[in-house]
Nanobody
Framework: QVQLVESGGGLVQAGGSLRLSCAASGSIFTINAMGWFRQAPGKQRELVAAVTEGGSTNYADSVKGRFTISRDNAKNTVSLQMNSLKPEDTAVYYC????????????????WGQGTLVTVSS
């Protein structure tokens, strides 16, 4: 079993900053991509940022220049530094990973965290 535990959400004023963290644990063989998605009320879940094992990153246009994703391969963690937050960033943020486990060493599995709420007030 693999678990993703997120932390760092909360309430912040527009222009402020928050840092989200996600730690993966369990029978992990190797992790490929790690990323953050978000879902606002009444909207579809969307990719915010992702980072490969090699460190290549991808960002949604709406967060480029404001958010920074980083990962620690040794600790199986991924973080999202969110600066200059806007009310439209309000959403539940989900950690996501693509990984191989000891029980699935050749077929990549996708796992999600439970979500953490980020609320940006105007």
């Amino acid at each position: 079993q693999v678990q993703l535990v997120e932390s760092g959400g909360g309430l912040v004023q527009a222009g402020g900053s928050l840092r989200l963290s996600c730690a993966a644990s369990g029978s992990i063989f190797t992790i490929n991509a790690m990323g953050w998605f978000r879902q606002a009320p009444g909207k579809q879940r969307e990719l915010v940022a992702a980072v490969t094992e090699g460190g290549s990153t991808n960002y949604a246009d709406s967060v480029k220049g404001r958010f920074t994703i980083s990962r620690d391969n040794a600790k199986n963690t991924v973080s999202l530094q969110m600066n200059s937050l806007k009310p439209e960033d309000t959403a539940v943020y989900y950690c996501n990973t693509e990984l191989l486990t000891l029980l699935s060493p050749t077929r990549y599995l996708e796992r999600w965290g439970q979500g953490t709420l980020v609320t940006v007030s105007s």
